[in-house]
């Protein structure tokens, strides 16, 4: 399998160096034209915080248009912002009400960037102290590099409850099968005797139970368990499979599913005699969002590890992420074959045995999935990616993500056919 370049921009070891202001909080907003911005908290008394603050992922068609367009598309800006008192520590709460202390201008060499990509080595950018404009007196430290983040990209060939083919899309954008999915009702022949019942049974540490009545509403949350879908290799063999554990029912007085009960799958890898457990994802609904949880589960534990938590449009949809690059704790976050260095540690106070495993596996980018579209997308970080049943399992993941937004859907609204169990079609 060819991976498709990309290559990522990376500001990391931040610190702020303003005389006799300790007792001051600061964040920091990153813009690069054509991105989303981002914010990061500033530590203070000068102390560098050793981690990766803001991240740009380009691809090379992105990476070209830099190159032939103007210099002004090519700045990366940083704005530092003294928060007010009032705000709290999180600094997604500062967006509007911030004032401006100072502003870095770092002017990316593109032609550079490229070149060093294609040889597959990083590209230094800038390191060190630098002024702020317009705060006299006022230095920012930083390390802002490229390098190369190749990752595998996966297309559906439609919706995954259609069963469709899963295409590769090498390096020169050609696109060739690689697996195919089979979506099915489990224990669809046992529904009508279970439909009166409320129990709770174990699988593999994971909820499941089933809930049915004679009104219309019980028929309508019949509808969205037992879903599960399977990938197999070209050969026809099962390589991933995820499966609905616990079913997507709305909360009491409410037409959607609530945090306090979230649906649940399990993602499946082939193990010796059986399907083994590999992570477990848990999506529920809030207002206008979708939101998700996805946990990784280490071989022989108990504890599940949290890799991702965020959500997505319930109406438009958007992009399901598993990224450690950044997060809230300053875990180290460059890939296991990268040239950073903003970290030593192996994970936060709060990370212990099989977590600061996973954090140390688990590292840079690691995957991402269109949901809520026609033809899902998934990209995988090379890093993650050993054999087929691994990228076979971050599409069997993909495909759950995209099966929750429409089991998230209104419970006042009617599923499309081929999500509805076959007596209620």
């Known amino acids: 399998m060819d991976p498709c370049p990309y290559v990522r921009i990376a500001v990391g070891d931040l610190a702020l160096n303003l005389p006799n202001k300790s007792h001051l909080s600061f964040y920091s907003k990153f813009k690069l034209r054509g991105f989303p911005s981002q914010l990061s908290d500033l530590p203070r008394a000068g102390a560098v915080d050793a981690r990766i603050h803001a991240c740009f992922t380009l691809n090379k068609s992105e990476l070209e248009k830099l190159v032939d367009k103007s210099t002004k598309f090519s700045c990366l800006k940083i704005k530092i912002y003294r928060r007010s008192g009032d705000e709290g520590s ?9 004032k401006l202390l100072g502003c870095v201008e770092l002017q990316l060499d593109v032609k ?5 990509s294609g040889c597959n080595r990083a590209c230094p950018i800038r390191s060190g102290w630098v002024p702020i404009r317009g ?21 559906f060939d439609g919706e995954p409850e259609c069963s469709p083919q899963v295409f590769q899309i090498n390096g020169n954008l050609v696109k060739q099968p690689v697996f195919t999915c089979k979506f099915t009702f489990r224990n669809c022949s046992e529904r009508n005797s279970r439909s009166r019942c409320s129990i709770s049974t174990s699988e593999r540490g994971a ?7 004679n009104s219309e509403e019980g028929e ?21 499979a995820a499966s609905m554990v616990t079913p997507f029912v709305p909360s009491p007085g409410a037409d959607s599913v609530g945090r306090s009960n979230p649906g649940s799958w399990l993602i499946l890898r ?11 994802l848990e999506v529920w609904r809030e207002s206008a969002n979708v939101c998700y949880r996805f946990e990784l589960i280490p071989d022989g534990s108990v504890d599940a590890i949290t890799l991702a938590s965020s959500n997505v449009s319930a109406k438009t949809g958007g992009k399901f992420v598993v990224d450690m690059t950044t997060g809230p704790t300053p875990t180290p976050m460059a890939s296991p074959s990268s040239s950073f260095d903003f970290s030593s540690g192996c994970g936060s106070s709060s990370t212990s045995g099989s977590g600061s495993w996973a954090h140390l596996l688990y590292r840079g980018f690691v995957m991402s999935a269109t949901v809520g579209g026609v033809k899902p997308v998934v990209e995988v970080g090379v890093q993650h990616v050993t054999c087929t049943e691994d990228a076979a399992a971050y ?29 209620l079609c």
């Open 90 to 98: 999180g600094c997604g709460l500062v967006m509007k009400s911030g």
């Open 112 to 116: 550079s960037i490229v070149e060093s």
């Open 135 to 155: 705060g006299p007196d006022v230095k920012l430290h930083l390390n802002v590099r490229a390098e190369p983040d190749p990752r595998f990209i996966f297309q």
């Open 207 to 213: 909820r499941a139970w089933c809930l049915g009545s």
């Open 220 to 240: 309508i949350r019949e509808e969205r368990k037992g879903w599960s879908i399977t990938i197999h290799d070209l050969s026809g063999s099962p390589v991933a």
């Open 270 to 280: 082939p193990g010796y005699s059986a399907w083994k457990p590999w992570g477990r």
């Open 395 to 423: 599409v069997a993941l993909a495909a759950a993500m995209d099966l929750s937004m429409d089991a998230c859907r209104l419970f006042s609204q009617k599923l499309k056919k081929e999500l509805r169990q076959p007596d």
